[in-house]
């Protein structure tokens, strides 16, 4: 699996957008961009995965490059609720564990 | 929303002591796993299972540990003589499928493992 590289930590103003940067620039043709949260030491939460489009969901949208080589999250509207650490994989389709980095601490200032 | 389940939310053992820490991964959900967080540190791949057998384990999952279905709803990672340095956060996590779609992992709440 290709590695990421994510900024340590950022803040973020609560009701602005946070934009999350992860760059993967080894990334193969199979492998998807995936998006993770950890709220203190709750479980991974799964937030958004993508191959090459951009994507939006509830949560969050995705947009990847159109090299691939690197991808940002963005949080439309940041509440406090969404200070976590946000952890950027790659992963191709048929593997199985997820590598977890040391990710970005996100803290929503009030 | 359906949710992967674990029990206890927090087990104290002492050392050399077996633990068997319990999940309910999602109904329809085919794949496996067990993570672990050691306070402060990143999360750890531990073992996947799918087809009722492990189909990944990493280093951190030697002879100690084992994994097991013994019905269709739970799924048990079991130490056998637990020691200090396997104090930490347990995450059970289950997929439903392969491919495009279906492919995210979905984790449970932990289970806070103190050996004493």
């Known amino acids: 699996d290709a590695k990421t590289t994510q900024p340590t930590s950022m803040d973020c103003a609560e009701g602005r957008a946070a934009n999350l940067p992860c760059n993967h620039s080894t990334i193969s043709g199979n492998e998807y961009v995936y998006w993770y949260r950890q709220i203190h030491s709750q479980g991974p939460q799964y937030i958004i995965h993508g191959l090459k489009n951009n994507e939006t969901n509830e949560m969050a949208s995705l947009i990847i490059t159109e090299d691939r080589k690197s991808s940002t999250l963005i949080l439309p509207h940041a509440t406090l609720r969404d200070t976590a650490v946000y952890y950027c994989i790659v992963r191709s389709n048929t593997g199985n564990q997820f590598y977890f980095g040391t990710g970005t601490s996100l803290t929503v200032i009030p | 929303e359906p949710e992967v389940t674990q029990t206890p939310s927090h087990q104290v053992t002492q050392m050399g002591q077996e633990v068997i820490l319990r999940c309910v991964p999602i109904s329809n959900h085919l794949y496996f796993y067990w993570y672990r967080q050691i306070l402060g540190q990143k999360v750890e791949f531990l073992v996947s299972f799918y087809n009722n057998e492990i189909s990944e384990k990493s280093e951190i999952f030697d002879d100690q540990f084992s994994v097991e279905r013994p019905d269709g709803s739970n799924f048990t990672l079991k130490i056998r003589s637990t020691k200090l340095e396997d104090s930490a956060m347990y995450f059970c996590?289950?997929?439903?499928?392969?491919?495009?779609?279906?492919?995210?992992?979905?984790f449970g709440p932990g289970t806070r493992l103190t050996v004493l």
């Open positions: 996590a289950s997929r439903m499928r392969q491919g495009m779609s279906g492919n995210e992992q979905f």
